[in-house]
């Protein structure tokens, strides 16, 4: 939320979803400094996947190492780019200016800059990513490869 404080009037609505510890002061944050933000609290999944579809971006400002983020999988469904840092799961799953835009962990510079890139044009890379990677049939059939392998290993 510091960067859209540094962003100003130029900074894209923000839409954070879910509930948390932190969500009372991000909601005084946001009403404090006058942020293009809104916090939308607990929202059902098919809530939430529309406004991923509908938004510009999904950023995922993760601090940790994540196991498998299945929000980014997700955004990928809809065509929708990441904006995340670069380390971790995180970072080796999008692609950057490919399938999203990675910023440097810890700097508000890097994530203002990945935030102000954000264009149209890498949409339809993004959701041929989800098609070629991350659909149910590719992953039922990259799973009986691994058992048929596991077979012929014995």
């Known amino acids: 939320m510091e960067a859209w404080k540094q962003m100003g009037g130029k900074a894209p609505k923000l839409i954070i979803c879910g509930v948390g510890p932190m969500e009372e002061w991000c909601r005084e944050y946001i009403n404090k400094n006058r942020l ?3 916090m939308k609290g607990y929202i059902p ?20 190492y994540e196991g498998f ?3 980014i999988v997700e955004a990928f469904s809809t065509g929708t780019p990441v904006i995340c840092p ?38 339809e890379s993004t959701y041929n990513e989800f098609l070629e990677k991350y659909t ?8 009986t490869d691994i058992y048929a392998e596991a077979r012929r290993s014995k």
């Open 36 to 38: 293009n933000a809104e």
């Open 45 to 64: 999944n098919a809530e939430v996947q529309k406004i991923i579809s509908e938004s510009k971006a999904l950023i995922f400002p993760t601090q940790l």
């Open 69 to 71: 983020p299945m929000s």
């Open 86 to 123: 670069d380390f971790g799961n995180a970072g080796s799953i999008v692609s950057d200016h490919v399938t999203g835009y990675k910023y440097v962990k810890d700097s508000l510079e890097s994530l203002i800059s990945a935030v102000e890139n954000v264009d149209g044009r890498i949409s």
């Open 136 to 143: 149910e049939d590719h992953n039922y059939r990259q799973l």
